[in-house]
């Protein structure tokens, strides 16, 4: 059967390995087998899971497999906005969008920021920021904060994140 079941067999097996499990390293481990699936359900069905009442770390895992998809950012944009998610979640799905190669990513955190409620989750947003694929940008992001956001501990926050960005550059150009 292994290497021999069709994707629907497969995806099929794998939803109902989700569904019955709940927690543990099987269930994470079913949800890392259907995102490797080159198949057009994967997303919905990671989307599903994360929708679902089932353990933490495995709506984050399949949070993080999501941004590693194309045309997420709106459903993740949704559970980062959400504040009747669990932080964790939030957190992971700012995780995902920042690490996503979309090249929205760094509008659609400053957008996240500048809508969202939560200092966990802004403070994140901060963090990861730099870690988008348009730097300068990001760059400017962060100062941008550093220099006029009214909460104080994000201003340092971003500070913090500008230096540490710094010192990795400095340290590249050796």
Request: net charge negative; aromatic share 4%; no cysteine.
């Amino acid at each position: 059967w292994l290497g021999e079941a069709s994707s629907d067999e497969s995806l099929r097996l794998l939803g109902k390995i989700v569904a019955a499990s709940g927690r543990g390293a099987a269930t994470t481990q079913a949800i890392v087998a259907i995102a490797l699936h080159d198949d057009a359900r994967v997303a919905s069905m990671l989307r599903d899971v994360v929708h679902e009442a089932l353990p933490e770390d495995v709506r984050t895992t399949a949070l993080a497999w999501l941004g590693r998809m194309p045309e997420q950012l709106v459903f993740l944009s949704e559970i980062v906005r959400d504040d009747s998610e669990n932080l964790r979640v939030r957190e992971q799905a700012v995780v995902a969008i920042a690490r996503s190669r979309d090249p929205s990513a760094l509008a659609t955190l400053q957008h996240l920021y500048a809508t969202v409620n939560s200092r966990d989750v802004k403070a994140k947003i901060i963090r990861l920021a730099a870690k988008t694929e348009t730097k300068e940008a990001a760059a400017d992001f962060l100062v941008g904060i550093a220099e006029t956001d009214a909460d104080f501990g994000l201003r340092e926050e971003a500070l913090a994140t500008l230096r540490k960005k710094l010192r990795r550059s400095a340290g590249d150009d050796k």
